[in-house]
């Protein structure tokens, strides 16, 4: 009886945990819809805004602006890593910072890493990022403006000198199976080549080339880290619906394997009972 006890006891434990399981996997899937909904907005918006840069920046040689000048000599760089802001998200912290990894064991300059997301502090002190800040009040369905203050602050970096280079590392979102760890430069920023086609044939400008290229510029940065900030964001909440979606059917496998041994138990007892039933009147009848 004790060990029906306990597994009747186990059984209402994993159900328990199932329950939590599954309310986790349907909160995950609402986020990533959203998420996704805004990330797949704002993906054409990025690749227009810097093919019309492209465009501004080949009608007019003499422009210059600090944020596209590549400096002389690259002695700094800042790697911006977006993690999650919490666990139970499968493998996707533990991919990206493998990639991020390999990265500082190929860098030779000097580095340095903003973080964004609450997750892993003492694992990224343990494996030894030098971290300058963490942006640790990013929410898990993140606004413009989220993405646009990260933006001001990188930006004020590559501007103060702080860093002469800039790169983002993020899980892009492939679809809700997959996800891949991805670097990009951010700044200086370095616009394709345009078609040859020149700007002054394909728009209209007002009021002017010059006060359209800066604010043109100061957007494109400002959307591809928020782009960057969606992807990422995407990445984790796939990655924990799956996990979710993996850990309730686990817990399902297990209700099943203990309701196996509860039968036996119970089916183990009854058989123990008829024997002692059937002991019982066989002595009474020797005894007659």
């Not at 190929?106 to 343990?126: F, M, Q």
């Not at 970096?157 to 280079?165: F, K, P, Q, V």
């Not at 370095?190 to 394909?202: F, N, Q, R, Y």
């Not at 058989?271 to 002595?283: F, H, L, Q, R």
Request: charged share 25%; aromatic share 6%; proline share 2%.
């Amino acid at each position: 009886m004790a060990a029906m006890r306990e597994i009747r006891a186990r059984i209402k434990n994993v159900k328990s945990t199932q329950k939590i399981t599954k309310a986790m996997k349907m909160v995950a899937v609402s986020k990533l819809r959203r998420v996704q909904s805004a990330m797949e907005a704002m993906r054409p918006f990025t690749r227009k805004s810097r093919e019309i840069l492209s465009v501004l920046l080949s009608g007019d040689n003499t422009y210059s602006n600090a944020l596209i000048q590549p400096r002389s000599e690259v002695k700094k760089v800042c790697y911006v890593l977006f993690v999650s802001n919490r666990g139970l998200c499968g493998a996707y912290n533990s991919n990206l910072l493998r990639h991020m990894v390999s990265l500082m064991a190929e860098e030779k300059r000097a580095y340095s890493v903003v973080v964004c997301g609450r997750w892993g502090k003492d694992v990224i002190r343990n494996i030894g990022l030098r971290v300058e800040r963490v942006f640790d009040d990013i929410g898990d369905t993140p606004g413009a403006e989220q993405g646009i203050r990260l933006a001001e602050y990188l930006k004020s970096m590559y501007l103060n000198g702080e860093a002469d280079e800039i790169i983002l590392v993020y899980q892009t979102f492939v679809n809700a199976l997959n996800q891949t760890p991805h670097s990009v430069q951010l700044l200086p920023e370095k616009p394709e080549e345009a078609e040859s086609k020149t700007a002054d044939e394909a728009y209209l400008f007002e009021p002017d080339r010059r006060t359209i290229l800066e604010n043109v510029l100061q957007l494109h940065i400002n959307s591809a880290v928020y782009s960057a900030l969606l992807e990422a964001k995407a990445g984790e909440h796939a990655s924990r619906m799956r996990a979710m979606t993996s850990a309730s059917d686990n817990t399902q496998e297990l209700i099943a394997e203990l309701g196996l041994k509860l039968n036996r138990a119970r089916q183990a007892a009854i058989t123990t009972e008829i024997s002692e039933i059937v002991g019982g009147a066989s002595a009474l009848k020797q005894k007659k």
